[in-house]
């Protein structure tokens, strides 16, 4: 999957990796984030 | 959320990127996002949105960040993350195929 060009919806975890995190990485590889979640189960 | 995004943007160039900490919640977030949600309370229940799904982990994605992000928001979850058996949960997804 190339992720440059793509729409991309994050589903970033708390315990795990969290959506801001995500997004700096794919905007990175030449996609656009157009939902950005951070899910916390606390 | 994601079925407003998926109506905003059409499936076309989509793909959904997760960040769950172990296998069973990646597993469980990619079966709702390909096939729908399995507990059928949310409101995905009955919606196969068919998206691509995968783990920002995955070498297949995570090969195509800038090596100084992914040093700086990756490098500590390749210690703590068990990849193999979250790409193995979602390849079970992804190989069942169209719902």
């Not at chain 1, 991309?8 to 939902?35: F, K, M, N, T, Y």
């Not at chain 2, 995004?5 to 059409?10: I, K, L, M, P, Q």
């Not at chain 2, 507990?39 to 090969?63: C, F, N, Q, R, T």
């Amino acid at each position: 999957m190339q992720l440059k060009g793509k729409k991309v919806i994050i589903i970033g975890e708390r315990d795990g990796i969290q959506g801001p995190a995500i997004e700096a990485c794919v905007r990175s590889a030449g996609a656009e984030p157009v939902l950005v979640q951070t899910q916390c189960f606390v | 959320m994601v079925r407003k995004a998926v109506d905003e943007f059409g499936k076309a160039d989509l793909v959904a990127i997760l960040g769950s900490p172990d296998a069973d919640s990646a597993e469980l977030y990619a079966e709702t996002l390909v096939h729908g949600d399995p507990s059928w309370l949310g409101p995905l229940a009955g919606v196969a949105l068919d998206l691509p799904v995968y783990h920002i982990m995955e070498p297949e994605i995570k090969d195509q960040i800038d090596p100084a992000l992914r040093k700086e928001h990756l490098e500590l979850f390749e210690i703590a993350l068990d990849v193999d058996k979250i790409e193995e949960g979602l390849n079970r997804v992804r190989g069942r195929g169209r719902a």
